[in-house]
């Protein structure tokens, strides 16, 4: 299907990887790897993100933003020699703590700030958001949406 569709980058969610998982089973041909396993932050089982970034494309991961701990990875996509956007895949579990949250949330507000183009996937567990109403049925909700445009 990436080859069909002519797809360059994927982002995936709860790819449940672990230290004893190596980067070769995530692999998908003419693309290069980035991944972070949710065991990087604590020790609970699931979660995990990965981004996909087609090999011929110039990518490199965007360190600062990578070593928060929430589940995300940020990626640099290079579209030519200057210009690149940036490129991010996260996971918020429906039972994340506050903190996690607030690190999360720190990424965007820190991406933001880069002034580049921002492509962000994810699974933000956020059920009860209505984005047409800009209305969330819980705080947490609504502080997503908040911070959303906010931001972008």
Not at 7 to 25: A, H, K, P
Not at 61 to 85: A, G, Q, R
Not at 106 to 111: R, S
Request: charged share 35%; hydrophobic share 35%; glycine share 4%.
């Amino acid at each position: 299907m990436l080859d069909e569709h002519d797809i360059d980058v994927v982002g995936l969610t709860e790819t449940r990887g672990r230290d004893d998982i190596m980067d070769t089973e995530f692999d998908f041909a003419s693309f290069k790897l980035f991944r972070k396993d949710r065991s990087m932050m604590n020790y609970k089982k699931g979660g995990g993100v990965t981004l996909y970034v087609r090999d011929s494309l110039l990518s490199m991961p965007c360190d600062d933003l990578n070593s928060k701990h929430c589940e995300s990875i940020w990626t640099k996509v290079y579209v030519n020699e200057i210009d690149y956007f940036i490129a991010r895949v996260c996971y918020k579990s429906p039972d994340a703590d506050e903190k996690e949250i607030d690190e999360l949330f720190n990424c965007f507000k820190e991406a933001t700030d880069l002034n580049q183009s921002i492509i962000i996937m994810g699974d933000f567990n956020y059920r009860t958001t209505d984005w047409k109403q800009l209305k969330a049925d819980d705080v947490r909700g609504q502080k997503f949406i908040k911070l959303t445009m906010d931001c972008f």
